[in-house]
């Protein structure tokens, strides 16, 4: 896997992360493929849209159909017949959301499963395997995501505990020709521990890193804050990953701080729920007022939804909570992300970051 | 509207159904969207498995958005960005199937919408009315449908209602190049009023005829001698519907009784529900024994789904209720039932409909 910066502005910086399905311009952002699909839409659009890697989940994959299924097939790619990059989480952030269903220890975590309450194990050891019979193009290593708030010592303590498992996950780890493994830099709100955390990331010379354990409650300021010190501190050459962040102004903050790598459901769930984001600002197409509005939802936009259909239409369709409805916003979503990430690019490589409106 | 017979195998008949919107080859099937949609079925799929004309609902849409908003946005097609032919129902069976909520008296219907339950008129002039306003391609005359079984004097009374409503509905009608509005032949399972029915039709001179008042539980051999029947006394020279049919034999035999044009949610709800229909077979994609079967749901199908996808991911998509599960079925059937027509229409350009297997 290789990773070179093309232009900077900054901090910011326009990169190209190869794998082995080809090349990622960086910032980039990752749909979100939980069960190995993005929810109602299908790969020719996201190949029209432009995305070049997806976001899928170990936990809900382990579960769900399960990986004897996904190995016997050939890999996660073959499965879902993508031809492109994936890059699959490790579990643990899913894990710790179960909150009160799981048990944590030293080496691993015990938890029920949210499909059928059978008791699940995992540890670094599984999380890698499991991503390995994936076939995922990048695997993230196995961690403690720790709540907000959350007191010092306890995530220290926690922060031991992931520092152990990432070394342990690195060691699982197989090389194969284009795909690799990230680091996830925890530490909770506490620089000291962030520091602490990039240390000992680094000395298992991952080839990316990531920033886990925010979008969990901190405040804006806080998001800033901690992503821009984290980021400062990892090494300039390799692809930078902040991640379940976020919003259009989340990314474009990061971007600022030198973060390469973006996932959400943000804009696939949004769609599903109605809601669309537009160069004029947000849309909740249910509200009564787009009922007779004939123009498209964002006038700026050259989607096939923005193309094609009128607020009124697609008002009619989530009203009635046809699937073309959810189809239809989550496809405009993610074509709105695509540009915002193509704008972002192209403002880094102009030098004008700086102007940029999102 | 224009109706040429091109090639004949018995009284089975491939023609061309020239409308608006251009040609039209027949035996035709017509996709149904109930709501202005076809359900996960985007435009660009009906295009590409070569639909050229889709079934929309009278009832459905006056409910929902109501005939406000698409008058103002233009017209049904103009709402769905459609440019092709839409047959409209006029609301007649749909309204009948209501059962208890409905009160039928010699002028019309009165029911309660089953969206918020409140009184609403439908007659003749109304429904044509409507569909005036859709803009449909097709619209159907205004027609009341019994239920089965019915005895002989209950559907002579419903009959002389629909004859009236007939009448009135093609004097609402107004007429509009490329457009035309098609009787409906009723009289239950009774050939006395059948016969009845197809004289009081043909004094309309309608654009078509339709076999209306079946697949309301009849036995199929009902189905068939009624069809043959009825088709055997209209004009060779009109398009030939029967309404709400159905399963492929139903539409090999309605075929070979000279019926040009079929409807059904066949191929769609059982998209929506896991049944496949296949050269092979119906397959039922949740059945366990599809979870690690890497073959095709039919491998004599070229649709892209079964070009792309193998029945472990698509068993896995709709067993945890993926919206890519339901999409992908519906499309694999609607290609299925595309396919069915052209090799109809093959076979009977060919002499051979006696030998066809479907």
């Given at each position: 896997?290789?990773?070179?910066?093309?232009?900077?502005?900054?901090?910011?910086?326009?990169?190209?992360?190869?794998?082995?399905?080809g090349?990622?311009?960086?910032?980039?952002?990752?749909?979100?493929?939980?069960?190995?699909?993005?929810?109602?839409?299908?790969?020719?659009?996201?190949?029209?849209?432009?995305?070049?890697?997806?976001?899928?989940?170990?936990?809900?994959?382990?579960?769900?159909?399960?990986?004897n299924?996904?190995?016997?097939?050939?890999?996660?790619n073959?499965?879902?017949?993508?031809?492109?990059?994936?890059?699959?989480?490790?579990?643990?952030?899913?894990?710790?959301?179960?909150?009160?269903?799981?048990?944590?220890?030293?080496?691993?975590?015990?938890?029920?499963?949210?499909?059928?309450?059978?008791l699940?194990?995992?540890?670094?050891?599984?999380?890698?395997?499991?991503?390995?019979?994936?076939?995922?193009?990048?695997?993230?290593?196995?961690?403690?995501?720790?709540p907000?708030?959350?007191?010092?010592?306890d995530?220290?303590?926690?922060?031991k505990?992931s520092?152990?498992?990432?070394?342990?996950?690195?060691?699982?780890?197989?090389?194969?020709?284009?795909?690799g493994?990230f680091?996830?830099v925890?530490?909770?709100?506490?620089?000291?521990?962030?520091?602490?955390?990039?240390?000992?990331?680094?000395e298992?010379?991952?080839?990316?890193?990531?920033?886990?354990?925010?979008?969990?409650?901190?405040?804006?300021?806080?998001?800033?804050d901690?992503?821009?010190?984290?980021?400062?501190?990892?090494?300039?050459?390799?692809?930078r990953?902040?991640?379940?962040?976020?919003?259009?102004?989340?990314?474009?903050?990061?971007?600022?701080s030198?973060?390469?790598?973006?996932?959400?459901?943000?804009?696939?769930?949004?769609?599903?729920?109605?809601?669309?984001f537009?160069?004029?600002?947000?849309?909740?197409?249910?509200?009564?007022?787009?009922?007779?509005d004939?123009?498209?939802?964002?006038?700026?936009?050259?989607?096939?939804v923005?193309l094609?259909?009128?607020?009124?239409?697609?008002?009619?369709?989530?009203?009635s909570?046809?699937?073309?409805?959810?189809v239809?916003?989550?496809?405009?979503?993610?074509?709105?992300?695509?540009?915002?990430?193509?704008?972002?690019?192209?403002?880094?490589?102009?030098?004008?970051?700086?102007?940029?409106k999102?």
């Open positions: 896997m290789n990773f070179k910066i093309l232009s900077k502005d900054g901090k910011a910086r326009v990169g190209e992360l190869e794998t082995f399905f090349k990622i311009a960086t910032p980039v952002f990752m749909p979100v493929g939980t069960l190995a699909t993005v929810k109602g839409i299908t790969k020719q659009t996201l190949e029209k849209l432009n995305f070049d890697i997806i976001l899928s989940n170990t936990y809900h994959l382990m579960l769900r159909p399960g990986m299924i996904i190995k016997k097939i050939g890999g996660l073959k499965f879902m017949s993508w031809n492109k990059s994936i890059l699959t989480d490790s579990g643990g952030f899913q894990v710790m959301s179960l909150g009160k269903s799981v048990i944590v220890d030293k080496e691993g975590v015990t938890f029920r499963s949210h499909l059928d309450g059978k699940v194990r995992l540890n670094a050891e599984k999380a890698i395997d499991i991503q390995y019979n994936l076939g995922s193009t990048i695997s993230m290593i196995f961690d403690e995501c720790v907000f708030p959350y007191s010092y010592s995530t220290e303590e926690s922060l505990r520092v152990n498992w990432s070394k342990r996950s690195m060691q699982a780890y197989k090389k194969r020709k284009g795909h493994v680091g996830i925890q530490g909770g709100m506490y620089k000291e521990l962030r520091k602490l955390s990039v240390k000992e990331n680094l298992n010379d991952f080839d990316g890193y990531a920033i886990g354990g925010l979008a969990v409650g901190e405040s804006k300021e806080q998001l800033i901690i992503t821009a010190f984290t980021s400062n501190l990892l090494p300039v050459n390799k692809p990953y902040l991640m379940g962040i976020g919003y259009p102004e989340d990314i474009l903050n990061a971007v600022k030198g973060v390469d790598m973006f996932d959400c459901v943000l804009p696939t769930r949004s769609g599903r729920t109605g809601l669309a537009t160069s004029l600002g947000n849309i909740k197409i249910k509200n009564a007022k787009y009922a007779y004939d123009s498209p939802l964002d006038p700026n936009c050259n989607c096939e923005c094609s259909y009128s607020k009124a239409y697609l008002h009619h369709l989530v009203k909570s046809e699937i073309l409805g959810s239809f916003l989550t496809h405009h979503n993610l074509c709105f992300y695509s540009n915002l990430m193509k704008r972002i690019r192209s403002a880094i490589r102009e030098n004008n970051l700086i102007n940029l999102v």
